[in-house]
């Protein structure tokens, strides 16, 4: 399958904040799919290619079995873990702070771009990349 626009799944605990997600994605020229939990998600991403997963670290705790399973059986899936809520941004299994700013739909955005251009020290990583915005 030859496609041309990034494909970003999004789990958020929030819809209102999933739809502002998706909004904001979509105007950046992503195709963006989203799923209402853990088990959407599995299901959506056994059927299809996705580039990246944007979860919010809420559904990520609610279920980490099945994030878990979800990064081992797709192990070069990259999964943006973003607070959903004010705090620090920073890499997981990562030290390096990415942003002190609270997050919003372009802080996620960019830290998307970060994981999709693969540039600098995660562009090394071939394990399940994990990063928190």
């Keep these: 399958m030859n496609r041309s626009t990034t494909r970003i799944l999004c789990v958020d ?7 502002e997600l998706t909004d ?11 799923a209402g939990g853990a088990s959407d ?3 959506l991403v056994s059927g299809l290619h996705f580039d990246v ?7 990520a705790s609610a279920r980490p079995d099945v994030w878990n399973c979800l ?12 607070s959903g809520a004010p705090r620090t ?3 997981c ?6 942003s002190s700013e609270p997050s919003t739909n372009h802080e996620i955005a960019l830290a998307l771009l970060l994981l999709l251009l693969g ?15």
């Design 13 to 19: 605990s929030s819809p209102r904040r999933l739809r």
């Design 24 to 34: 904001a994605l979509e105007r950046a020229g992503f195709e963006v799919w989203t």
């Design 41 to 43: 998600a599995v299901c």
């Design 53 to 59: 997963v944007a979860i919010d670290q809420s559904s």
């Design 71 to 82: 990064a081992e059986s797709h192990p070069t899936l990259p999964i943006l873990v973003h």
């Design 89 to 91: 941004s920073m890499l």
């Design 93 to 98: 299994r990562n030290p390096q702070v990415i």
């Design 119 to 133: 540039e600098g020290p995660m562009s090394k990583i071939r394990e399940p990349q994990f990063i928190a915005a």
